[in-house]
């Protein structure tokens, strides 16, 4: 708790956003006391992420500022029953969606279900709250989105140079997680990409690993193997996938931001590869040998001179 009001006190001084994980016993009360000390009438700035409390607790974040992020443990029928009341019962200009990922798959969407979450599925989220507070799901879509950006001071986007189409209406089936349910595949064997003249050889899969931290994930290109968080190598999977022409630029900007850091280049074996080639043409030409040979040295008088002659 005391590195917490730390915490607090350096989001007012500096004006950020709190985005706040509350679990377990008491732990929702023991921060609602909390940002009630520090409050200022209640202009508190942040979001509660992964929201799992009642109805008061949720009133109480609201009521100090806070917008609560819905997740896909609102699919889960096992798990949500209460959560689902309290969802129906709120304010949508307090609302957001989040994914949770990699956990809190959703359940709504069709099977067979991804081994691990992603951000675009999304929209099943949209879609359970929205029939749980008897809107349409593009009203939720729209909400929650400006109250994302608004939140986090974010800038309007456009999807592959597309700004949204009003009134567009919502699939879930179109919002399938087929294409990024793992990463690009990697043989386990090594294998052979070939790029106009180029050949680049890739890693196996237990090499890849070996190169990262247990808390980082691979994004693989062309034989190039960056280290990054889960949630940005699903981003960069996904504009591959889609065939973004702007994956390339994406990769330079984190690069040099170090959000991702290269890992693997094939053009440093290669030229390795390339200076080992050098060094045995070398060999073959002063007729020096791979294996040591003993050297006989032998003294020799001619014409008054002595050299050492060697075997």
Known sequence: MNWFDHQLLLARKYSLPIVLHLRGDGAIED?????KERSVDGDWRGAI???NGTLDHMRALTDLGFYITWTGLLCNDARAEVL?????????????????????IPFNMAKPFPKFNRPCTLPHVAAILAKLMKI??????SVTTMNARALFNLPAVAFNGALPVAGVAFDPNVFTEE?????????????????????????????IAALLTPEQKAFVKDG????????????????????????????????????ISLVHD??????????????RAVRARVGVRAVRRRVDRRMVRRGGRRYVRRH
């Open 31 to 35: 921060a609602v006391k909390l940002l």
């Open 49 to 51: 992420n992964c929201f």
């Open 84 to 104: 689902r009341d309290v969802a129906a019962k709120g304010m949508l200009e307090r609302y957001l969606i989040g994914s949770d990922a990699p956990q809190l």
């Open 136 to 141: 349409p799901v593009q009203q939720i879509a």
């Open 179 to 207: 294409p990024l349910v793992t990463m690009p595949k990697v043989s386990t064997e090594p294998d052979v990409v070939t790029k106009g003249k180029k050949r680049l050889r890739l890693l196996n899969d237990e090499q």
């Open 224 to 259: 190039f193997v960056y280290a990054c968080p889960p949630g940005i190598a699903a981003a960069l999977d996904a504009m591959v996938s889609t065939k973004n022409p702007a994956v390339e630029q994406s990769i330079k900007d984190f690069v040099a931001a170090g959000t």
């Open 266 to 279: 094939p053009r440093v074996h290669k030229n390795r590869r390339r200076a080992h080639a050098d060094r």
